[in-house]
């Protein structure tokens, strides 16, 4: 890997942090205002799970946990011919 290649992936790995962080601290504060709501619905929780699926999808991609990448086929049929 080099220099700006590296640069990049902190990057990438920085911006899920944040994205982490925010993630908490909002629904955090989404929960509070649910609950002091005094509603019998919680709507809170759309909010939570919604964000978290866009939060897993951040993950995956800065992780590489790509199921088809190509690149990743071709190292393991490179691997598997030797």
Do not use: C, P
Not at 43 to 56: H, Q, V
């Amino acid at each position: 890997m080099n220099e700006q290649e590296l640069t990049e992936r902190a990057k990438a790995n920085v911006g899920f942090y944040r994205h982490l962080l925010m993630y908490f601290l909002i629904n955090a504060g989404l929960f509070m205002l649910d609950y002091y709501d005094n509603a019998q619905f919680d709507w809170a929780y759309f909010a939570f799970f919604g964000w978290g699926i866009g939060l897993l999808s951040h993950f995956l991609q800065i992780k590489s946990f790509s199921l088809f990448s190509v690149e990743k086929e071709k190292e393991r049929l490179r691997n598997k011919q030797r």
